[in-house]
């Protein structure tokens, strides 16, 4: 049976502490829905009702272009070890650059990563969890190092050179505003 809370408690943040991979669901009224996986130790619980996650280059940007437009964000984590538990956070984010006056101090928060891109900030109206009781088990082996290598190879000025050429537009033509905040 799924529950519905106001905000986190502590049992749920430690929960989302454990977790090795979330999910990010975003749309605009008439975009394609996105939902994209996450991990790499990229999400900090600020407090009960907000949370930041560390966003890295990748082939596209479809967060940052919805959430530019309507500001809701749903962040799904499950177990996949131990006692069976699906967890939503519901809210409304938004897309902080490397130019944005809380940079600093919201990356402060991470371990410095070669390709940090944004950091989303999601302020939670809702939580829900549910049983999760039909998700498979699964043994949590490593983080992948690929993206992390492949930024690194790239160097920063390429990687801004990326941005402009494969992060500037969603798939649906949407602006993302990369370019424009980080040149």
């Known amino acids: 049976m799924s529950q519905q809370f106001a905000s986190l408690s502590d049992q749920l943040i430690s929960f989302i502490e454990e977790q090795k991979i979330f999910f990010v669901g975003t749309a605009t009224a008439d975009s394609r829905v996105n939902i994209s996986p996450k991990g790499m130790d990229s999400l900090r619980v ?37 006692k069976p538990l699906i967890l939503r956070l519901y809210g409304n984010a938004k897309v902080i650059h490397k130019n944005d006056s809380e940079w600093d101090v919201l990356y402060s928060l991470f371990k410095p990563t070669m390709g940090a891109r944004q950091i989303f900030e999601l302020d939670i109206d809702l939580v829900q969890t549910s049983c999760g009781m039909s998700v ?29 050429d494969k992060n500037q537009l969603s798939i649906d033509g949407i602006i993302t505003n990369i370019g424009v905040k980080n040149r």
């Open 46 to 82: 600020i407090s009960k009702n907000k949370v930041v996650w560390l966003n890295l280059t990748g082939s596209g940007n479809e967060t940052s272009a919805h959430v530019q437009i309507i500001p809701r964000m749903t962040i799904m984590f499950t177990a996949f070890e131990g």
């Open 136 to 164: 498979p088990l699964y043994d949590y082996v490593e983080d992948r190092k690929l993206l992390t290598k492949w930024a690194e190879a790239k160097g920063i000025e390429a990687i801004r050179e990326y941005w402009l």
